[in-house]
Nanobody, 121 residues
Framework: VQLQASGGGLVQPGGSLRLSCAAS????????IGWFRQAPGNEREGVSY????????EYADSVKGRFTIPRDSAKNTVHLQMNSLKPEDTAVYYC???????????????WGQGTLVTVSS
């Protein structure tokens, strides 16, 4: 089982980035897929998740209205669309898979490697 997060980079404040989480060895539709982030010196923070059945979503208050988590079942990929980025969004972003929904990282048993997002002018 492998999750691969990609799409990070340097973006100016107010800009957008689209992260991707691709999987091998599991179908993302069968799991809750979450996105987390960790800035230096901070704890890992839950950003968003999408559930495995009805595809309902949840967002941390800090990103609500700016981020979305679309799923592409045909490509076995879940994205994190990030708009109106702020410097405080700078972090390493991770995707993860779980059987139960929630923004607590302890729920997630499968993790991808992180991708760095830097928001700076």
């Amino acid at each position: 089982v492998q999750l691969q997060a990609s799409g990070g980079g340097l973006v100016q404040p107010g800009g957008s980035l689209r992260l991707s989480c691709a999987a091998s060895g599991l179908r993302l539709d069968d799991y809750v897929i979450g996105w987390f982030r960790q800035a230096p010196g901070n704890e890992r923070e839950g950003v968003s998740y999408i559930t495995r059945r009805d595809g309902s979503t949840e967002y941390a208050d800090s990103v609500k209205g700016r981020f979305t988590i679309p799923r592409d079942s045909a490509k076995n990929t879940v994205h994190l669309q990030m708009n109106s980025l702020k410097p405080e969004d700078t972090a390493v972003y991770y995707c993860a898979a779980a059987l139960s929904p929630g923004l607590y990282y302890q729920l997630y048993g499968y993790w991808g490697q992180g991708t760095l997002v830097t928001v700076s002018s």
